[in-house]
């Protein structure tokens, strides 16, 4: 069974650092691509970052680029996302999400599975 879990989400000060994880289990990252999306109260859900099954595609939105990093550790069949400079407008409900028939997009019509997310919360 496809399951994916995702923690590192709390509470930070602007300018602050969170890192993110993103747990598979049911199936190794080896064969499929992964991306985290966020959704804030009130806005739809919007893909920050993606990275391959092979991790040498990645992507982020232009809103994170410069100060979100994604990466993966196939040992721990895990996805990180480090966030640094974090911004109130980054506040958000933080989500994985697995594709198995696409490559690196931050499209979320092309997800399949989805994990129940993390609250990261930016405010002094």
């Known amino acids: 069974q496809v399951r994916l879990v995702e923690s590192g989400g709390g509470l930070v000060q602007p300018g602050g650092s969170l890192t993110l994880s993103c747990a598979a289990s049911g199936f190794t990252l080896d064969y499929y691509a992964i991306g985290w999306f966020r959704q804030a109260p009130g806005k739809e859900r919007e893909g920050v970052s993606c990275i391959s099954d092979s991790g040498d595609s990645i992507g982020y939105a232009d809103s994170v680029k410069g100060r979100f990093t994604i990466s993966i550790n196939n040992a721990k069949n895990t996805v990180y996302l480090r966030m640094n400079n974090l911004k109130p407008e980054d506040t958000a409900v933080y989500y994985c999400?697995?594709?198995?028939?696409?490559?690196?997009?931050?499209?979320?019509?092309?997800?399949?599975?989805w994990g129940q997310g993390t609250q990261v919360t930016v405010s002094s």
């Open positions: 999400a697995l594709s198995f028939d696409y490559g690196c997009s931050i499209n979320r019509e092309e997800y399949d599975d």
